[in-house]
């Protein structure tokens, strides 16, 4: 099973910044790739439209609204992975009220291609992400 991390401070409280994407349906107010998300099962599932017009199914696994952080596996999607389970989460930053430290994390296997091609691709996605986020919140 392959993994990767990425993590960002963001000048933000926990709180503002979880506000922002502690939604499971959230992705589209700061994830520019993700245009469109509808979600489905009392918003345990959420159909993902991306930029190219690609579908991606994903399910919500875990939900914490106390220490910020959902985890969700995806069920479908065109990546060369299996057993896909992600976690985002926003940490305070000791100290540090006016800032957050937020984690997406994933551990996954890959179909057809090596640990480190699909670690490079989903850190990839997972820094873009986090600095599409930095921008909306200093937009």
Do not use: C
Not at 51 to 69: P, Q, S, T
Not at 72 to 92: D, R
Not at 109 to 132: N, R
């Amino acid at each position: 099973m392959a993994s990767t991390t990425a993590s960002l401070d963001i000048p933000q409280s926990p709180d503002r910044v979880w506000r922002l994407i502690g939604g499971f349906g959230s992705l589209p107010d700061w994830l520019p790739y993700i245009p469109k998300s509808e979600l489905g099962e009392g918003g345990r599932v959420r159909h993902l439209t991306n930029a190219d017009g690609g579908v991606i199914v994903e399910r919500l696994v875990e939900f914490n609204e106390a220490e910020r952080h959902y985890s969700y596996a995806i069920e479908q999607a065109p990546f060369p992975v299996t057993g896909y389970l992600s976690t985002l989460t926003v940490h305070a930053v000791p100290g540090r009220p006016d800032a957050s430290r937020v984690e997406w994390s994933g551990s996954f296997t890959p179909t057809g291609v090596s640990d480190a091609e699909v670690e490079e691709l989903f850190h990839g996605i997972y820094v873009d992400g986090l600095a599409a986020l930095l921008e909306t919140v200093q937009a």
